[in-house]
């Protein structure tokens, strides 16, 4: 009798632990690297908003197929009286996780603060004139000129409650570059599905779903609670897939996917990444220090550019190091942005003989020794294509030393321009040239090419980049994103690499495509 | 009988040769450490390429698996390639190079530190013992990887950056060689305390030499054999310390790998597939270390009269 008054109990308490888990799903995240900063207005980098738009929420973002879906906002239309100014109607009813509303007045502190000296998103509103409230729940933009694709930049931009914001000292940007730590850095209070539970960077962040969520009813929102883990080493984030320790990794390692798709109960969802992998130079200074050259800097000299880009084998590089999950190219623009044609993209020969012959011409006949800065847990492979890079280009005389560390060290050395030579990636959440432009090709200015680690400056290209914010005819628009793209081309200030191919690893039973700016959200994630 | 060959030959017929020659497996471990000695020094003679060379590296002999020819370069490799197209029998014999090279110039580096402390600790006594002793203490407390890792961080901060890689094996060396001091001073620390009290010492100091020559002189060779010992066994224990920072990415760097480096590489391959980038590194590093280990204990036992 006594036993069977056990085996009930436990038969009950085993029932009951079964239904508690069906409906509170957690879902085990891992990827390589962290999120940087949960300041939402301090670093444009991808992990970084990954993370903040599970707690965040722009006025409008991409959804998991690409496609500009409302958020913050419900509407949004050109005045017809006023082509430079965009009206925004915002959602009603929208909390903030600290329980105060959401209003015009913190969409436009929060864009102000988004264009603040030390944010790094600035360079998404430099054709913003002015953020107006016209009342509670509409916010009108003001442009220098009409700009019609100016929702496009509108995506990442997060919104936050400007009281708390005030309240906590946290109305500037924290200024990553100079390793300053902020209260809005460390702690979160958003409109998203989800709210910040716990977070030790680089360990492990804890979220929870939001009880108050504007969405519900209009997303799957099943998943009741995210445990995100950086995992840096490729074999520990696979054991960690194969074993079940997480439900879902967001970047399987290229040799490891036959492993992970072959084995039963778990998949792979592939998919082409709107990210190109390039190398960056300083071609702006006339002397150089990580060089061995006194006096002058061998980057400046187009040629030993152009012989670099003649020396790095893509193909190997695809077929190796990243077996065949990338798609070489010529220029430092993915395929899905608009500008981008077959002939831009088109990769030169590997002709190490020719390039050589370059190198004799620019008087480096013995080479030079230069450093390579590289990150090691932020691109597909990024440290072995830098060392592929070190031998390749070994074959023309360069001896490059190769300082490969994490991209929470890697990234300010591009930002303070204390980098000569440099691997960067780049997404393009616009879907347009002008924000690679902008970002990477505009001479460095108080609000525009802030990732520009080149030092290239060309004040003719920078009047047609400007220009592009109030160009409306669409045709001759494109017309001079062609012809900045011919001169990015001719000078060579970046060596392009490949661009990305994304590979989700996830449990059989998450249903989640893949997003193709690697941006999951995971209000949009089902269970089945 | 000239000298030179009488020592040889008093060498053949002594106790120490006769227990060796009946060991095998002391027989097998010297000759693999010596094989590996000599493979790491004619490095530059063996190996078929050289690995450290960066430009003559061809990326697409990546991956290719031993003695089967490469797809699409159609090489051969006695133990395959590694991610980069290195030839891995060629890295292994370099990386042996570094492995070999950071583990003794450390455990040189332990023993001139931990013998010198010791005899001071045990001849002076009083304060000073105390001082190096309790501070001993302290660091025993640590695993000694622990204490490396600090050391090695701590030094790679205060180092300017273009200067830390060509750095990088001397700040290995400094923090194994600072990790593993302990054993030495202990030991040399208690054979110097009673044999300071024997009557060669006191007549030493009778006819009035200097403490430091007393020393270095007359105590030191007596204390010499259980620091050989220590020695050895210490060695297999920087390789591995070695190793394992180059294994946490701390070490050697990639470009100029060393057997703890390989490893680290062969990890990330370990469920592709690709087993030989893994497996042949480790189990030389594994031959090397348990090598050294058993010619290490087998000294020790032949060294102690206690047991014989």
């Given at each position: 009798m006594k036993s069977l008054t056990t085996r009930l109990a436990v038969g009950i308490a085993a029932a009951l632990l079964v239904s508690s888990m069906a409906f509170a799903q957690t879902l085990r995240w891992a990827r390589s690297g962290d999120s940087l900063t949960l300041d939402p207005h301090a670093q444009n980098e991808g992990p970084t908003h990954t993370l903040a738009h599970q707690i965040y929420e722009p006025l409008l973002h991409r959804d998991m197929a690409g496609q500009i879906t409302p958020a913050l906002a419900t509407s949004w239309k050109a005045l017809d009286d006023n082509p430079n100014v965009w009206r925004f109607q915002l959602r009603k009813g929208v909390t903030f996780h600290d329980g105060a509303t959401m209003t015009a007045d913190d969409v436009v502190y929060s864009f102000e603060r988004a264009m603040k000296p030390t944010s790094a998103m600035k360079e998404l509103l430099t054709s913003v004139k002015e953020i107006r409230k016209v009342d509670d729940y509409t916010v009108d933009f003001e442009t220098n000129?009409?700009?019609?694709?100016?929702?496009?930049?509108?995506?990442?931009?997060f919104v936050m409650d400007s009281d708390w914001a005030e309240k906590n000292g946290a109305s500037n940007p924290q200024d990553v570059a100079a390793g300053e730590t902020t209260f809005a850095s460390q702690n979160t209070n958003g409109t998203g599905a989800f709210m910040l539970v716990s977070r030790t960077p680089d360990q492990k962040t804890v979220l929870k779903a939001n009880p108050n969520y504007w969405g519900k009813g209009e997303f799957p929102l099943q998943v009741s609670e995210i445990i995100y883990t950086p995992i840096q080493s490729a074999a520990t984030r696979v054991a960690a897939l194969l074993s079940g320790e997480v439900d879902f990794i967001q970047d399987v390692p290229v040799q490891d996917l036959k492993r992970v798709s072959g084995q039963s109960g778990l998949k792979v969802v592939t998919a082409a990444q709107n990210r190109v992998i390039f190398f960056g130079m300083n071609v702006g200074d006339s002397d150089i220090e990580s060089d061995n050259v006194s006096g002058k800097n061998p980057f400046a000299d187009i040629r030993v550019r152009k012989a670099m880009n003649m020396a790095i084998n893509r193909d190997a590089i695809k077929k190796v190091v990243m077996r065949e999950q990338a798609s070489p190219t010529n220029v430092i623009m993915p395929p899905f942005v608009n500008g981008w044609n077959q002939q831009l993209d088109a990769v030169p020969a590997n002709d190490v003989a020719t390039a050589k012959k370059m190198m004799q011409e620019a008087g480096y006949s013995d080479g030079f020794s230069v450093t390579l800065n590289c990150p090691n847990d932020r691109y597909i492979n990024d440290e072995a294509i830098c060392q592929a890079a070190v031998g390749m280009l070994g074959q023309i005389g360069i001896k490059v030393n190769l300082d490969a560390k994490p991209k929470a060290q890697h990234f300010p050395l591009i930002k303070n321009k204390t980098t000569d030579f440099y691997m960067l990636g780049w997404g393009v959440p616009t879907f347009d040239s002008h924000y690679i432009f902008n970002f990477l090709?505009?001479?460095?200015t108080e609000n525009r090419g802030s990732w520009n680690g080149t030092r290239y400056s060309n004040p003719a290209l920078d009047t047609k980049i400007v220009a592009l914010e109030s160009e409306t005819d669409l045709d001759k628009r494109n017309g001079i994103i062609a012809d900045i793209w011919r001169q990015v081309q001719a000078d060579q200030i970046y060596l392009p690499i490949h661009n990305q191919v994304l590979n989700w690893g996830m449990k059989d039973n998450v249903q989640f495509d893949v997003q193709p700016e690697d941006q999951p959200h995971f209000k949009y994630l089902t269970f089945n | 009988m000239n000298g030179e060959r009488g020592a040889w030959q008093r060498f053949l017929a002594s106790d120490f040769f006769y227990d060796f020659k009946r060991s095998p497996v002391t027989l097998v471990s010297f000759v693999i450490v010596v094989t590996l000695i000599l493979l790491a020094i004619l490095a530059d003679l063996v190996a078929p390429t050289n690995p450290f060379d960066p430009a003559s590296l061809n990326l697409m002999n990546g991956f290719t698996p031993p003695m089967e020819p490469n797809a699409f370069t159609g090489e051969t490799f006695l133990f395959g390639t590694d991610d980069q197209g290195r030839d891995l029998l060629s890295a292994i014999i370099y990386g042996l190079r570094v492995s070999l090279f950071v583990g003794l110039t450390a455990v040189i580096l332990a023993m001139v530190l931990g013998v010198s402390l010791g005899l001071l600790a045990g001849y002076r006594g009083g304060w000073i013992d105390s001082l190096i002793m309790r501070i001993a203490d302290i660091q025993m407390t640590f695993p000694s990887i622990l204490i490396a890792v600090l050391i090695f961080g701590v030094a790679r901060g205060l180092l300017p950056p273009d200067l830390r890689d060509e750095l990088a094996i001397s700040v290995l060396i400094i923090a194994i060689g600072l990790s593993e001091w302990v054993p030495f001073a202990r030991t040399v620390r208690g054979t110097t305390m009673v044999e300071k009290e024997k009557e060669y010492v006191q007549a030493a100091r009778l006819i009035g030499l200097g403490s430091g020559q007393i020393m270095l002189r007359h105590i030191l060779p007596n204390v010499l054999s259980p620091v050989l010992v220590i020695a050895t066994i210490t060695l297999a224990l920087a390789i591995i310390a070695e190793a394992t920072l180059s294994f946490l990415g701390v070490g050697a760097p990639p470009t100029e790998p060393s057997l703890g480096t390989l490893i680290r590489i062969g990890q990330d391959f370990l469920f592709s597939g690709e087993w030989w980038i893994l497996l042949f590194p480790s189990v030389t590093l594994l031959a090397l270390a348990l090598s050294v280990n058993l010619l290490g204990d087998w000294l020790r036992d032949t060294l102690n009269p206690r047991l014989k």
């Amino acid at each position: 009798m006594k036993s069977l008054t056990t085996r009930l109990a436990v038969g009950i308490a085993a029932a009951l632990l079964v239904s508690s888990m069906a409906f509170a799903q957690t879902l085990r995240w891992a990827r390589s690297g962290d999120s940087l900063t949960l300041d939402p207005h301090a670093q444009n980098e991808g992990p970084t908003h990954t993370l903040a738009h599970q707690i965040y929420e722009p006025l409008l973002h991409r959804d998991m197929a690409g496609q500009i879906t409302p958020a913050l906002a419900t509407s949004w239309k050109a005045l017809d009286d006023n082509p430079n100014v965009w009206r925004f109607q915002l959602r009603k009813g929208v909390t903030f996780h600290d329980g105060a509303t959401m209003t015009a007045d913190d969409v436009v502190y929060s864009f102000e603060r988004a264009m603040k000296p030390t944010s790094a998103m600035k360079e998404l509103l430099t054709s913003v004139k002015e953020i107006r409230k016209v009342d509670d729940y509409t916010v009108d933009f003001e442009t220098n000129g009409p700009n019609p694709l100016l929702i496009n930049n509108l995506t990442n931009l997060f919104v936050m409650d400007s009281d708390w914001a005030e309240k906590n000292g946290a109305s500037n940007p924290q200024d990553v570059a100079a390793g300053e730590t902020t209260f809005a850095s460390q702690n979160t209070n958003g409109t998203g599905a989800f709210m910040l539970v716990s977070r030790t960077p680089d360990q492990k962040t804890v979220l929870k779903a939001n009880p108050n969520y504007w969405g519900k009813g209009e997303f799957p929102l099943q998943v009741s609670e995210i445990i995100y883990t950086p995992i840096q080493s490729a074999a520990t984030r696979v054991a960690a897939l194969l074993s079940g320790e997480v439900d879902f990794i967001q970047d399987v390692p290229v040799q490891d996917l036959k492993r992970v798709s072959g084995q039963s109960g778990l998949k792979v969802v592939t998919a082409a990444q709107n990210r190109v992998i390039f190398f960056g130079m300083n071609v702006g200074d006339s002397d150089i220090e990580s060089d061995n050259v006194s006096g002058k800097n061998p980057f400046a000299d187009i040629r030993v550019r152009k012989a670099m880009n003649m020396a790095i084998n893509r193909d190997a590089i695809k077929k190796v190091v990243m077996r065949e999950q990338a798609s070489p190219t010529n220029v430092i623009m993915p395929p899905f942005v608009n500008g981008w044609n077959q002939q831009l993209d088109a990769v030169p020969a590997n002709d190490v003989a020719t390039a050589k012959k370059m190198m004799q011409e620019a008087g480096y006949s013995d080479g030079f020794s230069v450093t390579l800065n590289c990150p090691n847990d932020r691109y597909i492979n990024d440290e072995a294509i830098c060392q592929a890079a070190v031998g390749m280009l070994g074959q023309i005389g360069i001896k490059v030393n190769l300082d490969a560390k994490p991209k929470a060290q890697h990234f300010p050395l591009i930002k303070n321009k204390t980098t000569d030579f440099y691997m960067l990636g780049w997404g393009v959440p616009t879907f347009d040239s002008h924000y690679i432009f902008n970002f990477l090709v505009h001479t460095t200015t108080e609000n525009r090419g802030s990732w520009n680690g080149t030092r290239y400056s060309n004040p003719a290209l920078d009047t047609k980049i400007v220009a592009l914010e109030s160009e409306t005819d669409l045709d001759k628009r494109n017309g001079i994103i062609a012809d900045i793209w011919r001169q990015v081309q001719a000078d060579q200030i970046y060596l392009p690499i490949h661009n990305q191919v994304l590979n989700w690893g996830m449990k059989d039973n998450v249903q989640f495509d893949v997003q193709p700016e690697d941006q999951p959200h995971f209000k949009y994630l089902t269970f089945n | 009988m000239n000298g030179e060959r009488g020592a040889w030959q008093r060498f053949l017929a002594s106790d120490f040769f006769y227990d060796f020659k009946r060991s095998p497996v002391t027989l097998v471990s010297f000759v693999i450490v010596v094989t590996l000695i000599l493979l790491a020094i004619l490095a530059d003679l063996v190996a078929p390429t050289n690995p450290f060379d960066p430009a003559s590296l061809n990326l697409m002999n990546g991956f290719t698996p031993p003695m089967e020819p490469n797809a699409f370069t159609g090489e051969t490799f006695l133990f395959g390639t590694d991610d980069q197209g290195r030839d891995l029998l060629s890295a292994i014999i370099y990386g042996l190079r570094v492995s070999l090279f950071v583990g003794l110039t450390a455990v040189i580096l332990a023993m001139v530190l931990g013998v010198s402390l010791g005899l001071l600790a045990g001849y002076r006594g009083g304060w000073i013992d105390s001082l190096i002793m309790r501070i001993a203490d302290i660091q025993m407390t640590f695993p000694s990887i622990l204490i490396a890792v600090l050391i090695f961080g701590v030094a790679r901060g205060l180092l300017p950056p273009d200067l830390r890689d060509e750095l990088a094996i001397s700040v290995l060396i400094i923090a194994i060689g600072l990790s593993e001091w302990v054993p030495f001073a202990r030991t040399v620390r208690g054979t110097t305390m009673v044999e300071k009290e024997k009557e060669y010492v006191q007549a030493a100091r009778l006819i009035g030499l200097g403490s430091g020559q007393i020393m270095l002189r007359h105590i030191l060779p007596n204390v010499l054999s259980p620091v050989l010992v220590i020695a050895t066994i210490t060695l297999a224990l920087a390789i591995i310390a070695e190793a394992t920072l180059s294994f946490l990415g701390v070490g050697a760097p990639p470009t100029e790998p060393s057997l703890g480096t390989l490893i680290r590489i062969g990890q990330d391959f370990l469920f592709s597939g690709e087993w030989w980038i893994l497996l042949f590194p480790s189990v030389t590093l594994l031959a090397l270390a348990l090598s050294v280990n058993l010619l290490g204990d087998w000294l020790r036992d032949t060294l102690n009269p206690r047991l014989k």
